[in-house]
């Protein structure tokens, strides 16, 4: 796994007048407390503290990793992924995430396949999406998403099942109807909860690269219908459980429901 937060470049950068002095607030607490770790130094300051509070909200951090992908069919793909952390985050929580991709080469292909998700237009400084799962039919690459929270899902229609899906066609992605997507692609297969980066660490210490197996059991831990395969029929709300379907019904100032997409819908 790498974590690009080197300071330097940003020094540059805002000496040239690139970006906003913030950052260098950030990369100079970096700075200084790898110098203090080194030295063998364990006790921050409340003020040093206060600092690191302050200025991690100016920071924009990137992840790398490798992982292991269990396909379908019984075969296994090595894949690249990458998920940005930047802006401020809510108390308790880290920075939200602001863009993720995986990269990929398909067997018999001459070239690399990437789908990347940026900033949400709907969900301000966030992803719209969590990556489900990436597979491959007679020869098509498939990827299956969620939408991240009840205001994305009301923003996109709620739809049930809970899932947006796309297929690589003509170099590009397309996104299709449920009908569109192949069965043999029966449940999630990508590590999805990538808050626990030192758990990724410590895989990919021990093997190299995120298996295939710690994903399965790491997956097995979600809670929400939705992760634990996918459903081809609408998911029947509780009103009790984490599933989006159960996301509560937003109301306006009169008390009548807001209808889904506007732009009342509450996360």
């Known amino acids: 796994m790498h974590i690009n937060d080197t300071p330097t470049p940003l020094q540059t950068a805002v000496q040239q ?9 950030c990369a100079n607490f970096y700075s200084r407390a790898r110098t203090l770790f080194k030295a063998g130094q364990r006790i921050l300051s409340a003020i040093s503290i206060a600092v690191l509070g302050i200025s991690m909200s100016a920071c924009s951090k990137t992840i790398t990793w490798k992982e ?3 396909l379908h069919d019984g075969t296994r793909m090595m894949v690249s992924r990458s998920q940005t952390h930047s802006g401020a985050g809510e108390i308790g929580q880290g920075q939200p995430i602001t863009a993720i991709s995986i990269t990929f080469t398909p067997t018999k292909a001459d070239r690399p396949i990437t789908w990347e998700l940026g900033e949400s ?4 400084g966030q992803v719209d999406l969590d990556l489900l799962g990436l597979d491959i039919v007679q020869g098509t690459p498939y ?6 929270g009840c205001l994305v899902y ?3 229609g709620k739809p049930n099942p809970p899932y947006l899906f796309f297929k690589y066609v003509g170099q590009q992605w397309h996104q299709i109807p449920l009908q569109e997507f192949p069965a043999e692609i029966a449940k999630p297969n990508v590590r999805i909860s990538i808050y626990s980066i030192e758990e990724i660490k410590r895989i990919e210490e021990q093997w190299g690269f995120v298996t295939a197996a710690s994903t399965q059991l790491d997956n097995l ?3 929400q219908a939705e992760l634990k395969f996918i459903h081809r ?10 599933s989006l379907v159960d996301c509560p019904i ?8 807001i209808p889904a997409g506007s732009k009342g819908d509450k996360q």
């Open 250 to 257: 937003p109301t306006g100032p009169d008390g009548l429901p």
């Open 68 to 70: 292991e992908v269990l």
């Open 221 to 223: 831990g979600l809670q």
């Open 233 to 242: 029929k609408p998911i029947v709300p509780t009103g009790r459980s984490a």
């Open 143 to 148: 990827i299956v998403t969620s939408p991240v």
């Open 154 to 156: 009301g923003q996109l």
């Open 121 to 124: 237009t709907i969900r301000a």
């Open 17 to 25: 007048g690139g970006i906003s002095k913030p950052f260098v607030l």
